[in-house]
């Protein structure tokens, strides 16, 4: 079952008497939407909760590598603005690793949370310098940048990349931070949010990050 949370904060939020979503502690709100644990079912909730929205997986899942988290921020289906994964594993290099990957429109600011940076959206830290990396979404090579987390909590713990595909920012957020050199210039994204019973190759389950 997913449950309702405030977009900035881990605050729960409210229904408001308009059919809007209130939190507590930054006001009006998008809910985002996001199970307690994951698992098929929970999954599959998520993918009618964002209804087509982009749900961008590793793919293929590195062996022993589990989805841990997943979530959308809707204030109702068909009305999307932003999908979250999480695939968490371990290498040999960095032991547990976690990597979430964030589609989003513009304002949305679920990607900015999770990589603790000051502004909603990347801005200006992209297109302007060389990417720092690229990965691949169906036919398409995107363009990713390295965006700085020194203002932030924390900030040596996750490297975070961002850039733009489909006319939505993409974020990919590793922890801990020297996580990143896991990262190659042929990374796979799928899009799994037509997937149906292909979802039985995903493997669920181990400890929701904290984000």
């Known amino acids: ?18 059919g809007g979503w209130s939190c507590p502690d930054h006001g009006v709100t998008s809910p985002l939407w996001r199970a307690e644990e994951a ?5 599959a909730e998520h993918l009618r909760t964002a209804d087509g929205f982009p749900t961008y997986v590793p793919w293929p899942l590195s062996p022993g590598w589990t989805l841990t988290d997943f979530a959308a921020v809707a204030p109702a289906p068909g009305r999307a603005t932003a999908a979250l994964t999480c695939a968490s594993g371990t290498s040999e290099l960095d032991g547990p690793v976690d990597v979430l ?6 304002g949305t600011g679920l990607g900015a949370r999770c990589a ?25 090579s995107v363009n990713l940048w390295d965006i700085s987390t020194s203002s932030a909590d924390g900030e040596w713990d996750r490297s975070v990349l961002a850039g733009e595909a489909a006319g939505r920012w993409l974020w990919i957020v590793m922890r801990p931070a020297s996580a990143l050199l896991l990262f190659r210039d042929d990374w796979i994204l799928r899009d799994v949010s037509g997937a149906g019973p292909q979802l039985v190759e995903l493997p669920f389950g181990g400890h929701r990050p904290g984000w």
């Not at 079952?1 to 308009?18: G, I, K």
């Not at 990957?101 to 513009?106: D, G, L, N, R």
Request: glycine share 10%; with cysteine.
């Open 1 to 18: 079952m997913l449950t309702a949370s405030c977009v900035r904060c881990p605050a729960p939020v409210a229904e408001t008497t308009d």
């Open 39 to 43: 698992s098929y079912d929970g999954f």
């Open 101 to 106: 990957v964030v589609a989003e429109e513009a």
């Open 116 to 140: 603790g940076t000051r502004y909603t959206d990347p801005g200006s830290e992209i297109g302007e310098r060389p990417p720092s990396a690229r990965v691949r979404i169906g036919s398409q």
